[in-house]
């Protein structure tokens, strides 16, 4: 730290650096340290078929509770996981986590997990396929999100995982369509199960000609491809009065529910099958 006063500007610019530096430094250890602590936690987010309104599965979204700063949100740690590969063993977590708890649910509706491009170097569909025995969830209950940048460092490699995927009897969905680097080239080579349509272009259907043509497009896109199309980021009768009109195949967003925990989600998808299935007390079937 410098003490001449000359060189302030200079100092408070370097100091501050510093300071970033080193914040960032702290929060990649207490990250490190975060899977051991038990502070991470999945929310699940409702997907729904826009026709029926039916509940199509839920996506698991991870959420970091740090002791000191509370609530982190996954855009400000997920870089830094996966700049110091820690995301590999997080995404071990989620990954074994989602579907243990998938398995418990009392209705067979499907988890979406997110992947970090770095999850596919480290044996992914070995993993997965430990994991679903492990937990006993059933294949097709489980679909694997990709983002695209997570596949452009090594294509061939990234397509060799969706096969093995896939194989298993495993969905994979690409998350963000439109965000990416190359979203139509990778669709050529990709046999994506499912497009999800980032909430970018969805938020902004009313206010945008070209966000409501790109979704349009992505929609068509879909149906030429035999690839079903769900949007996220839906918040507003209004979104969702757009994707019906235009075909949209399912839906997830604030409009239908927010990411809710684990008890949240499992109280309310047993109280649908209570509402479904007479309670065992209830005279009704003796007429
Ligand atoms: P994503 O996979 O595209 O997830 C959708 C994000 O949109 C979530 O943010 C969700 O809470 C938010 N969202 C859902 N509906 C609405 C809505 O109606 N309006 C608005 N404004 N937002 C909505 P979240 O939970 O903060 O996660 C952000 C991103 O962090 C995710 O984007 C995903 O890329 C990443 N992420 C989350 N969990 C995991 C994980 O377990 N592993 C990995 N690798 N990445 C994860
Ligand atoms: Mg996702
Ligand atoms: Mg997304
Ligand atoms: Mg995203």
């Known amino acids: 730290r410098a003490k001449s006063l000359g060189q302030g500007k200079i100092c408070t610019y370097e100091t501050s650096m510093d300071e970033t530096s080193r914040r960032r430094a702290e929060l990649a250890i207490d990250l490190k340290r975060a899977l051991v602590r038990n502070e991470f936690e999945l929310h699940y987010q409702v997907q729904n078929d826009t026709q029926s309104g039916g509940i199509i599965g839920f996506e698991a979204l991870l959420r970091w509770n740090h002791p000191v700063k509370g609530r982190v949100p996954p855009n400000d740690f997920i870089p830094l996981a996966e700049q110091t590969g820690v995301i590999v063993d997080i995404g071990d977590w989620v990954l074994r986590t989602a579907c243990a708890t998938a398995a418990s649910w009392s209705r067979p509706f499907k988890v979406a997990v997110n992947v970090a491009p770095m999850q596919l170097n480290y044996d992914l569909a070995r993993r997965v396929s430990e994991v679903l025995r492990e937990t006993g969830l059933a294949?097709?209950?489980?679909?694997?999100?990709?983002?695209?940048?997570?596949?452009?460092?090594?294509?061939?490699?990234?397509?060799?995982?969706?096969?093995?995927?896939?194989?298993?009897?495993?969905?994979?969905?690409?998350?963000?369509?439109?965000?990416?680097?190359?979203?139509?080239?990778?669709?050529?080579?990709?046999?994506?199960?499912?497009?999800?349509?980032?909430?970018?272009?969805?938020?902004?259907?009313?206010?945008?000609?070209?966000?409501?043509?790109?979704?349009?497009?992505?929609?068509?896109?879909?149906?030429?491809?035999?690839?079903?199309?769900?949007?996220?980021?839906?918040?507003?009768?209004?979104?969702?009065?757009?994707?019906?009109?235009?075909?949209?195949?399912?839906?997830?967003?604030?409009?239908?529910?927010?990411?809710?925990?684990?008890?949240?989600?499992?109280?309310?998808?047993?109280?649908?099958?209570?509402?479904?299935?007479?309670?065992?007390?209830?005279?009704?079937?003796?007429?």
């Open 139 to 287: 294949p097709e209950r489980l679909e694997i999100e990709l983002t695209e940048t997570g596949i452009i460092a090594d294509r061939q490699h990234a397509l060799q995982v969706v096969l093995a995927l896939k194989a298993l009897g495993v969905t994979v969905a690409m998350d963000d369509f439109g965000t990416g680097y190359s979203s139509l080239s990778t669709l050529q080579v990709f046999p994506f199960d499912k497009i999800k349509v980032d909430k970018s272009f969805i938020q902004s259907v009313e206010t945008s000609v070209h966000a409501a043509a790109i979704v349009k497009a992505t929609l068509l896109l879909g149906r030429s491809l035999n690839i079903p199309v769900l949007a996220e980021g839906v918040e507003t009768e209004q979104h969702l009065a757009f994707l019906r009109k235009e075909g949209c195949t399912s839906v997830q967003g604030y409009l239908f529910g927010k990411p809710m925990p684990r008890e949240a989600i499992s109280r309310m998808i047993r109280e649908l099958s209570e509402a479904k299935a007479p309670a065992p007390s209830e005279p009704a079937n003796k007429a």
